[in-house]
């Protein structure tokens, strides 16, 4: 008989099950001294000048040294992360894949942008920016869900974002890595949800041989434009 949480693991969507599995490996290989950080953030010099590419990808899998803050992180995104490939990206893997591309890709591009004009301070690990773009797009998909903070107040999923961004600010934590994930889960959002209904168009396409590779072969019906 499978324990609860092998059941719960077992039962995960492949797209939150992976990044899951991929976060947990990284952060334990880092506490058992196996990799260090220094190997895992994201260097631009060392990216285009040494080839180290594997940056590209390892700096959105670390989020922290195992211990609270990481916990507090990993229960975000897995949370909501699920909750997304649950349902309105149900049946899509493809396109919740895409998603995250889409996101891991600008947060990238708008890091450079700061790291060449010192507009902002380096961020070297985009992984709380990506984390905090999923939970974004799942609030701004929930808008009548109701949630609660620390038993203290009550308020609708849209403003979880905010919230989580002035608690923060409370705790004296740089607000830099939420805003991030805000800006980007609302480019996001407005391309996928809003751009649709407002010109019956989609600027954002899934390549097909992603759906090819983890969808399989399907006729290729256009998805609705969002009510």
Known sequence: MAQPFEEWYKNMPIVTKTYMTACVVTSIAVYLDIVSTLDLYLNFPLIFYKYQFWRLITNFLFFDYIGINFLFHMYFIVRHSKLLEESSFRGRTADFTFMWIFGGTILTVLNYIFYYTGIVNKVLFLAPSLAFMIVYVWSRRNPSVRMSFLGLFTFNAPYLPW?????????????????????????????????????????????????????????????????
Do not use: C
Request: charge should be neutral.
């Open 163 to 227: 919230v989580i961004l002035g608690f923060g600010l409370l705790l004296g934590q740089s607000p830099i890595f939420d805003a991030l994930g805000i800006v980007v889960g609302h480019i996001y959002y407005w391309l996928e949800d809003i751009y649709p209904r407002v010109s019956n168009r989609r600027l954002l396409h899934t390549p097909y041989i992603l759906k090819l590779l983890m969808d399989g072969p399907q006729v290729d019906i256009p998805r609705p434009v969002p009510m």
